[in-house]
C-alpha cells in the first residue's frame, strides 16, 4: 500500500503555530525564569575520556550506561519475544491446561506493578535460583578471554548476576504483553486459512509455521514494535537493584556534581535516539513485509 500523501490546511498551520509557541515558552522558561546556572561543559567528560593506559579515546559513564541499555534492552527483547510466542500459541490452543497456564501468567504478570516485579526477581532468582544453578560460580570460572566475551555481551563478571535478574524480570513483564498480541494475531487469521492448510494435511503445528504465523506477523509488527520500544524504557526501572544502565550512570554523575537538569536531557535525548531509532527500523520492515 503506497504511503499517503497529506495537504497541509490552515488547521494545521495553527496547531504547528501553537507547538512552536509551547516550545519558545519552555525555552525561555528555562533559560531565562528558571534560577538555574546552566553547566553543559561537564556532559562530554561523562561521555567519552582519554584512557590513561591507551592514551586513546574511550567511552565514559554515559555511554557505558547506554551501551548498557542496549544489552539489556535487547537480551530483554528476546526473552519476551520467545515467551510471549510461546505463550501466544498456547492461548490459542485448544488444550485447556495450555490455555490456563498462559492466561494465568498474562493476568499475573500484567496486574502486578513492574517495580515490585524487580524486587521480586532480584532477591528470590539472585539469591536463589541463580545461585542453585551454579551460574556465578561458572562465570568466574570462566577464562580470561571468555569472560571477555560474556563482558562484551553482557557485562563484566562481577556485575552478571544483578543484570541477569534484571534483564530476567524485563522479559517476563514484557513477554506478557507481547503473549496478548501473538494471540490476537492469530486469531485475526481467517478460519479459511486454517480450513484449507488443514486440507493440505498440515497439521496443528505445521499449519502455524507454515501458514497462519507468516501472515500473523505482518500485523503483530506495530504492535510488537511499540513493546520493543517500551522495553527500551522499562530497561531504566532496573536500576533501583544498582545494574549500571543508563538513568543508574545518570543519577550517579548528579549525585557527584550537582548537575541536574543537564544531565537529564541528556538521558533523555539518548533514550529518545534508540526509541527513534527502532521506529525507523520497524517501519522499514512494515513497508517491507507489506504487500504492494
Not at 546556572?37 to 574511550?58: A, M
Not at 485475526?188 to 493440505?200: K, R, T, V
Not at 507468516?214 to 511499540?226: D, E, H
Amino acid at each position: 500500500m503506497k504511503d499517503k500523501k497529506y495537504r497541509l490546511t490552515l488547521l494545521d498551520f495553527f496547531l504547528l503555530a501553537l507547538l512552536l509557541g509551547f516550545i519558545l515558552f519552555v525555552v525561555y522558561r528555562l533559560t531565562y525564569s528558571l534560577n538555574y546556572k546552566w553547566n553543559w561543559s561537564i556532559i562530554p567528560t561523562y561521555l567519552v575520556r582519554i584512557d590513561d593506559e591507551t592514551g586513546r579515546w574511550t567511552a565514559n559513564v554515559l555511554l557505558q550506561g547506554l551501551f548498557t541499555t542496549i544489552k539489556l534492552s535487547i537480551w530483554g527483547m528476546i526473552i519476551a519475544a520467545i515467551l510471549g510466542l510461546i505463550m501466544g500459541m498456547a492461548r490459542t490452543s485448544s488444550k485447556l491446561l495450555l490455555n490456563l497456564i498462559s492466561r494465568t501468567y498474562v493476568e499475573l504478570i500484567r496486574n502486578t506493578p513492574p517495580l515490585v516485579l524487580v524486587f521480586i526477581f532480584y532477591f528470590f532468582v539472585s539469591d536463589q535460583i541463580l545461585p542453585a544453578l551454579g551460574i556465578e560460580r561458572y562465570i568466574r570460572s570462566l577464562s580470561e578471554e571468555q569472560q571477555g566475551i560474556v563482558s562484551f555481551l553482557a557485562v563484566p563478571k562481577e556485575l552478571f548476576i544483578p543484570f541477569l535478574s534484571g534483564t530476567i524480570t524485563i522479559g517476563i513483564f514484557q513477554g506478557a504483553y507481547i503473549t496478548e498480541i501473538v494471540r490476537a494475531g492469530i486469531q485475526s487469521i481467517s478460519i479459511g486459512q486454517w480450513e484449507a492448510s488443514s486440507a493440505l494435511g498440515l497439521n496443528y503445528w505445521q499449519q502455524l509455521r507454515l501458514i497462519i504465523l507468516p501472515q500473523a506477523l505482518r500485523r503483530m509488527l506495530p504492535p510488537l514494535a511499540n513493546e520493543f520500544i517500551n522495553t527500551i524504557k522499562y530497561s531504566s526501572i532496573v536500576s533501583i537493584i544498582s545494574i549500571q544502565e543508563l538513568t543508574f550512570q545518570g543519577m550517579q554523575v548528579m549525585s557527584s556534581t550537582q548537575v541536574t537538569i543537564e544531565v537529564w536531557l541528556t538521558i533523555t535525548f539518548m533514550y529518545l535516539v534508540l526509541c527513534l531509532s527502532l521506529s525507523i527500523v520497524v517501519h522499514k520492515m512494515e513497508n517491507h513485509f507489506s504487500p504492494s
